[in-house]
């Protein structure tokens, strides 16, 4: 069936440094959403992707959609301790959403 | 305020016993959706609903039970069947078109723990 990967699973950075974390699909997606998930929290959604080569920015948090469609990345510039969470991946499957394994981000201050 | 209320937050339940979840939103979304979590890792689909009446099992629905009879309420059982029901469950809603179509919305999530 159809998988979303998602790397590193774990990411542990000093405050201030880069942050990416990739997702891959084993099939075409329509798009990809990506949510982001607090510690002791529930995952909010932060934002979604259509387009084949998108780049969506919000603030210190770039996105980006491949040209094929099968793979994402999320990318803060100069971590800060508000960072801190799991960031999740998912794309439309078969009437639903899968979602890939999550990334943990700690930021060391 | 619009969203998604899960009860109750935490729930400790004995061996052998079901138990019931609740979920109840005011999006006005069609479609709501059962997730577990546990820790260090994703999230995996237990159960969905798209219309009234109607819900679909996800990739992990063996020993549990959901039922869609209005359109604002998805209760999940965990029933005795479950073999490892200590988790961290997280119900969720989405449109089914239009614009935000397929964007999940999700409760604060209820922590079961068996004793």
Redesign the interface.
Known sequence: GQQVM?IP?YQHVQEGEDFTTYCNSSTTLS?I?W?KQRPG?????LI?LVKSGEVKKQKRLTFQFGEAKKNSSLHITATQTTDVGTY?C?G?GG????????T?LSVKP | DGGITQSPKYLFRKEGQNVTLSCEQNLNHDAM?W?RQDP????R?IY?S?IVNDF?K?DIAEGYSVSREKKESFPLTVTSAQKNPTAFY?CAS?QLAGVGA????????SRLTVL
Do not use: C, D, M, R
């Open positions: 998602q699973q798009n959403q949510y929290g529930h995952p909010v959604f979604q999740f998912a439309p009437g639903k959403l899968i979602f890939g394994q999550g943990e | 959706y997730y260090g890792q994703g999230l689909l969905y798209q679909q996800g997280l989405s397929n964007v999940l919305t999700f409760g604060a999530g």
